[in-house]
Structure formats: C-alpha cells, structure tokens
C-alpha cells in the first residue's frame, strides 16, 4: 500500500479515480504549489491497473478553463446576460422565489432534471431528488429516455427489478455478442471493466466478438462485424431466439426456471422469419450461423447497449436478449449475464425501484419508468399550462438543450421559465437561460465512492478518495447549495434527511456520511468495512472479491415467485406491436443514428484544447446513397426529418450500412464556451422529435437512433 497525500491540495502525490465513465480508472495526480500539474494512471489500482484514456487528463484542462464559472451568476437582462452576485444574494432569492412558486402552484410546478455526471457522484441522485421533494415535487427528471429506459423497463418486467441492469461476465465468457455498443470509443457502458479490451481480445480468442451494428465501428473493426439496419433489432433478437428454438438450442432445464417461455414460444411460432431478415437486413444463413455459435460456446452472452435503447421496440429488444440469456442457461452463471449485489445494499434485499406505471405522466399520460418522468415532455411541460406545470425548474449536471430532442421547442421552454437554476461549472447552452448559475466543482475537487456502479464489476471494487484539492473560486459542492436553500425556505437539509442528524463532528462529507452508513449496513460489514478504512487503508482502491459471485443473479430477482419473467400482459403488446408494425420504408429517406468519439464526452468536454483539437463532426454517408443523390465527399447537405433540419458536411463512408447515416451528438455550441462554440458542427437532436407520439409508449424512450430523414445537397456552407 502506498502512502501519498490525502489533504487536498497538499503538494505531492494523491491517490484519486476518474468520474467520467463506468471504467472509473484510479489515477494518481500530482499537486504542486496547489494546482494540479499532471494525472497519470495508477499502475496498482486493483482493477484499472493502469488503464486510462485521454479524457482524465483532459479534466485537467476543464479543471482549470478560463471559461470556467467560479462566481455565481445573475440574470441581468435577456439569456446569456449575467453578471456575477453573491452566495447571499442568490440563495435567498431562490429560496424566496421556490417557496412562493410551490405554494402557489403546488409541489410539481418544480423538477429537477439531475444529468449523466451525477451518476458518478456520490448520492447525488438521491439528495438531489429530496431537495425537489422538501418542496412537494414528486416530479424528477433526468438522462434516463436519452440513454437506458428500455433497459431499465426490461429490467422491471423480466426482472422485477429495475434498480439493477445485468452485465456480461467478460472475465470468463467464450462468446459475446454486443448489440449496439461501441466499448473501444464509450469503455464499455453500465458494465464497469477498466480493462475491456484485454477481456475482449481474450474472449474473442475463446470464441467470439460479435459487434452488430450498422457500422462499422472501432470495436467491430477490432472483432467481427454483423452490420444490421438502424431500429432494427428487436427483430434480429425474434429471429435468432426462433432459429435457436427451430434448431432446437434451447435449454429445457432453463426454460423451466423462467416464467412464459410456452406463450413466448407460441409468439415467435407465428413470427415471418422473411419479414425478420427483411427489417433486420441479415440473412436467414447468418442468423443461423450466429445463433449456433451462440449456444455451442460453453458460455455465452448478449449485451445491448445505446443503440439498440433508442429506437422503437427497444423494451421489446432487451427482454428478447435476456429471454436468450435466460433460454440458453446463461444467466446467473459465470461467463453469462450477471445481476450483481452492491456492498451498499443488505444481500438479497428486494427491489427499491418504483414499479413500472405506479405512476403517469402529466403531458403524454406515459407510465413511469422507475418513477422518473419521461424527459422528452420537458418543454411540453413547462409550456403547456394546467396543474403541474413545470415553472421551477433546476438543471443539475445536464445540457437539456444539446442533449434533448427539439432544440427549438426547449429553448422557447426555458425561456419561459418562472425560475431556472444552473448547478454546473460551465454556463453552456441550457444555462444561458438560468436565471441563476450556482458553480459547482469538478471531480478533482471532491471527495466520493463509486456507489452507483460497485454492483456492475465483475471483478468489484470500491474506491473512496479524498478531494486533490479544494473547490476552485467561489464554487461550492451540490449537496451544499441545495442544503443551504433548503435552510432558507425553513427545511432540512436533504442529506440530513436521507440520514436523520448527521453526526456534526464528522469529518467525511455528507454524502459519503450516507454512503458510509449504506456501507456498513451491507454485506462487507461483517468485515468492518466503513468509507473511514477505506481511505485510510486502501486509498489506491479495494477489490471487494476476485469475481462478482453469479449466485447473486437469481437472488435479485423480484417477481412474485422469484423467477424471470418472459411473458406478460405488457411483453406480448409489444410482441404484437412488433408483428402488425408496418415498413415505412420510403426509399428517398434514409435512417440518422449517432456515434461517440474517443476525446469527446456528450456535450460538454469540447471546450478542452487537448480534447477538441481532432474533433471533425461529419455526416457520415454510403456511397451508394450519396450517388443516388449526387453527391459528393466534403459537400454541403440538408438534412431534414419531420422535426427540423441541419446543414452539415458529409464525409462518404462504406463503414455505415446503406440507407442510414451517421452524426456525433453533442456539437453545435452556443454557450459560455469559446473553443466549443467556435468548434462548428451542429446539433443533430435539433432532428429528433419531442412529440409523445413519436416515444416508444412503453418506456418514454425517445427515438435517436434510427430517425427517418431526408438528404439533399444543400446551397448553404455547412457549420462544419
Ligand atoms: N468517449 C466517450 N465515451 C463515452 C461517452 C462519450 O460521449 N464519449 N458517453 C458515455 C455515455 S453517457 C454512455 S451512455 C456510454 C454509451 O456507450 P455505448 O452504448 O457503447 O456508446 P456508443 O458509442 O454511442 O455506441 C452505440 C453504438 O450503437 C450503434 N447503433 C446505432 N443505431 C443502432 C441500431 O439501431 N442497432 C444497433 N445494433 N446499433 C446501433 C452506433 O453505431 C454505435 O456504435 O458511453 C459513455 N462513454
Ligand atoms: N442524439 C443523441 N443525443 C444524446 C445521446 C446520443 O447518443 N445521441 N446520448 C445521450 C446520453 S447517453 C446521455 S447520458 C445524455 C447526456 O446529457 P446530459 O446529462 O443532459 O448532459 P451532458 O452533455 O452530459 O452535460 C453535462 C453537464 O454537466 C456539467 N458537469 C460535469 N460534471 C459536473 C459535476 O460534477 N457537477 C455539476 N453540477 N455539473 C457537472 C458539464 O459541464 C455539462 O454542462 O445525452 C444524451 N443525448
Ligand atoms: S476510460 Fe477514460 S473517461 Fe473512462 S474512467 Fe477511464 S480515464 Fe476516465
Ligand atoms: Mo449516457
């Protein structure tokens, strides 16, 4: 074990983790005359052991950006004016203003929508949530129906369970097939495996790496390519659980252990296998040949991941893939798919998940997921008036105006808000609208444990660290704002209320006093383990065990007689669904989907000079399909969809599938940020629709990947 600094901001070496993706690599960071001067992997992490990509160093230059905000700002005038206030001054005219609107108009004229960065924060999700609930807002928002709704739905309704997603045993697995995941670029995502690579390269030596996906990525280049058309693999996953049952692969014994496997059956008896393989645009040959390989590997497993949540049967497509995990005998067992225990719940403990439609949404009457509202009705919600209408509204880690579908409507939203506040670092596109941006620290500048994810390792670890140094400027932590506007409106403050009295001597933050208390509740306590040992005893990082034990899976599970369930009332809709949906096929359009890029995190690591320097958001374009259009590499085209439309450069590319094309998300800035903004490029979501009707009912999930659009060559230069 080494000793290194642990007061922040000490000069020397200190132990910390990046927070930016599920890797959660441990890092050391060297302080110097205060300031954080380099970031390097840290070689004896117990899983990382070594591993790290650009964007932790990278941090470093959003560390310290001059577009950085450190002061809290006012509102002066129209959006994006502001001049710099005072704590004081902006705390209690929140709290005033808060308590006037939720008396007024009731608990959910307010929300929250709490972004991706918090899930790598410790509770943030949870203190965040009851400060709206101080209020009387039962109403949350977050990143959820951009990401993994349809995951966390299947989750529930196979399940029973929508607390915990289940991931790939890579250290063991013999034949992996990863359904719209590009892990070389993301690292892998709601699986955390800082060394994915090596477990890839091993798996594919064993058996096999399928990347389905209608281009070819890093990853597919890496190991094998199945490409498939853009929203189509519900149907690749009817097929391929068809021919298993045709060729007979199924497992009797696993079937038994499930619940509906005769009426899922007798639903894929009736299924075209032609229409499949047309939709899908596979053969029947090579879904045959994939489904072999699948179950004669000793183990084996399906992943999907953003692209195949996006789309419109993407419930329909995770249920499908754990009903072949499930089928195969692949669940629950080492080498399979895992549902995981996390040291910061009791073993076995139920569900703490609302159930699926428990609740609905105000504008769309959608049933809530986990009981978060879907957030493709933000801007409805706030522009439509009646009981409930979102006035209030605190953005906390997020960028709903890049990172959401409809740019125009959600600017014309926020800016119609009675009061919008900004928890962030940066004043970008959605803060432009804030009437106060509070600044916030950086990870580098705070203390945590990876709570979300330690149940999503194979190999687990925990990792609390020490703040490297103090937060910079005038910014102060989350749980500290929302605390002292709480106590402003006369409430508690939410971490106090997730903990009762915390204890005022202690000297860990509040929200590692909850995860502390989690901790010691859970299945290490038997060992002692509390956050305090961790940082003294393990500050480079604590393996929890060799491997996540597979036992764990079936103990999760939360149905009424605890097995999985492969068929119900909500499963066959959306098999009949699938069935009677038509081909819309217009041969004139083509179907948009997204990508991610090594030095780019969503929308907001542009402004970082290391980071942006390689950046080239292009349309990526078959040239078949450019052909057909005359068009040319580098022109400018307009793309339309029935939402808006976008001037942007086409770069031809046989690595995408024809009839779709291909844009990174996150770019067309016009924030706080000079380096992003002047970056180029566009907002492709300014293409994706807001409107109820175009979500997938179910899940809310909004369609991103897959949208009908139209290509011309365009008169006007594009932004990029
Ligand atoms: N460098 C970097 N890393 C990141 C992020 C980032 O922005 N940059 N973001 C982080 C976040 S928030 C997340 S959620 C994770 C996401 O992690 P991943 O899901 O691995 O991320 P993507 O690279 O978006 O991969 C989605 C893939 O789906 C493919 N695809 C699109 N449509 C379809 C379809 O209809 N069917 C199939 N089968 N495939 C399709 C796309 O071509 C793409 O390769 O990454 C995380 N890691
Ligand atoms: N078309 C399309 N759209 C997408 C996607 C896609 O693949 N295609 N991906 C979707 C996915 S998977 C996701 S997760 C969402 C992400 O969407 P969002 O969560 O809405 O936003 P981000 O782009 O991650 O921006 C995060 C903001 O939080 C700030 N921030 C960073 N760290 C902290 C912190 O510690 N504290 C505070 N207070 N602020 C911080 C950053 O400065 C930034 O302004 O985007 C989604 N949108
Ligand atoms: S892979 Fe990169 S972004 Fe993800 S945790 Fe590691 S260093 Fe950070
Ligand atoms: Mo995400």
């Known amino acids: 074990m080494s000793t290194l600094e642990s007061t922040p901001g000490a000069d020397g070496e200190h132990h910390t983790y990046c927070r930016l993706c599920e890797a959660q690599c441990g890092l050391i960071a060297s302080v110097s005359d205060g300031k954080i001067t380099k970031v ?24 310290y950006d001059p577009d ?51 899930a790598f924060a410790t509770m943030h999700y949870a203190y965040g949530y009851t400060f709206t609930s101080l209020f009387g807002s039962q109403k949350r928002y977050n990143a959820m129906q951009v990401d993994t709704g349809a995951r966390v739905l299947a989750s529930d309704l196979v399940f029973g369970n929508a607390a915990l997603t289940p991931f790939p045993d890579l250290p063991d697995t013999d034949f992996l097939m990863i359904f719209g995941g590009n892990p070389v670029i993301s690292k892998m995502s709601l699986i955390c495996a800082p060394r994915h690579l090596q477990q890839l390269d091993a798996i594919s030596k064993r058996g096999g790496v399928i990347v389905v996906d209608p281009r070819c990525t890093e990853t597919a280049e890496r190991f094998e390519h199945q490409p498939i058309n853009p929203d189509s693999d519900a149907w690749l996953l009817t097929a391929m659980l068809k021919t298993m049952v045709e060729l007979d692969l199924i497992d009797a014994e696993a079937t038994d252990r499930v619940n509906g496997w005769p009426s899922l059956r007798g639903w894929l008896d009736s299924v075209d296998m032609t229409l499949a393989t ?34 419109t049967f993407s419930t329909l497509a995770n249920v499908l893939m754990d009903a072949i995990n499930l089928c195969t005998g692949n ?57 409930g209408q979102l006035r209030a509204f605190f953005v906390d880690c997020g960028n709903p105006v890049l990172s959401h579908p409809d740019e125009e409507k959600m600017r014309a939203a926020l800016n119609s808000l009675e009061l919008l506040v900004c928890l962030d670092f940066y004043a970008n596109e959605t803060a432009q609208y804030a009437h106060y941006i509070l600044p916030t620290p950086t990870f580098y500048e705070r203390s945590d444990i990876n709570d979300l994810w330690a149940a999503n390792a194979p190999e687990p670890w925990l990792h609390a660290v020490e703040a490297v140094i103090e937060p910079r400027g005038a ?84 149905t009424d007689d605890g097995k999985p369930q492969i068929w119900n009332d909500t499963i066959a809709a959306e098999c009949k669904r699938l069935s009677h949906s038509k081909s819309e096929h217009n ?66 590319s046989s690595s995408v599938v024809e009839g779709s094309v291909c844009y990174p998300h996150g770019f067309g800035h016009s924030g706080g940020w000079q380096r992003a903004n002047a970056l180029g490029g566009v907002n492709i979501n300014r293409l994706a629709s807001a409107e109820v009707g175009d979500f997938e009912p179910i899940s809310g999930q909004i369609l991103l990947d897959g949208i009908p659009v139209e290509v011309r060559p365009s008169s006007i230069p594009a932004a990029s």
């Open 68 to 118: 950085r905000v450190l002061t809290p700002l006012k509102r002066i005038g129209g959006p994006g004016e502001f001049a710099p206030c005072t704590w004081d001054e902006a705390l209690e005219d929140i709290a005033h203003r808060l308590t006037t609107i939720t008396e007024t108009h009731g608990g959910d004229s307010l929300a929250a929508y709490i972004g991706n960065p918090a």
């Open 587 to 652: 041969p004139s359009e083509l179907k948009l989907f997204g990508r991610r890029q090594l030095s780019s995190m969503n929308s907001w690591m542009h402004n970082s000079p290391r980071l942006s320097r390689s950046l080239k958001p292009t349309l990526l374009m078959h040239p078949v399909d450019a052909g057909n259009r005359q068009i040319s590499d580098g022109q400018s085209v307009s793309v339309r969809s029935k939402t808006g439309d976008v001037d942007v450069t086409v770069e031809l």
């Open 278 to 311: 047309e939709r899908c645009g596979i053969e029947a040959a090579a879904i045959e040949r994939l489904a072999r390989r699948f179950c004669a590997a000793d183990s084996a497993v399906c992943y999907a991941r953003l692209g195949a949540n996006r789309g």
């Open 331 to 387: 669940f629950g067992k080492a080498g399979g798919s895992l549902i995981g225990q996390s040291p910061f719940q009791p073993e076995n403990s139920p569900s703490v998940a609302e159930r699926h439609g428990a609740r609905r949404s105000r504008i769309g009457d959608l049933p809530l997921v986990s009981g978060i509202n879907p957030a493709g009705e933000i801007a409805d919600d706030i522009l439509t008036p009646g009981q």
């Open 475 to 558: 910014s102060r932590h989350e749980w500290q704002i929302y605390g002292d506007i709480a106590k402003r409106a006369g409430k508690p403050a939410p971490t106090n209320a997730l903990l009762g009295d915390l204890d005022p001597t202690s000297e860990i933050a509040p929200p590692l006093a909850i995860a502390d208390s989690a901790l010691t509740q859970g299945p290490l306590a038997e060992k002692g383990m509390s956050i305090g040992k961790l940082l003294m005893e393990h500050p480079g990082g604590y393996r929890i065990s060799e491997r996540m034990s597979p036992q764990h899976s079936m103990a999760h599970v939360n």
């Open 40 to 63: 390097s992997p840290n070689r004896d992490h117990p899983v990382s052991r070594g591993h790290l990509c650009v964007k932790a160093p990278g941090m470093l230059e959003v560390t």
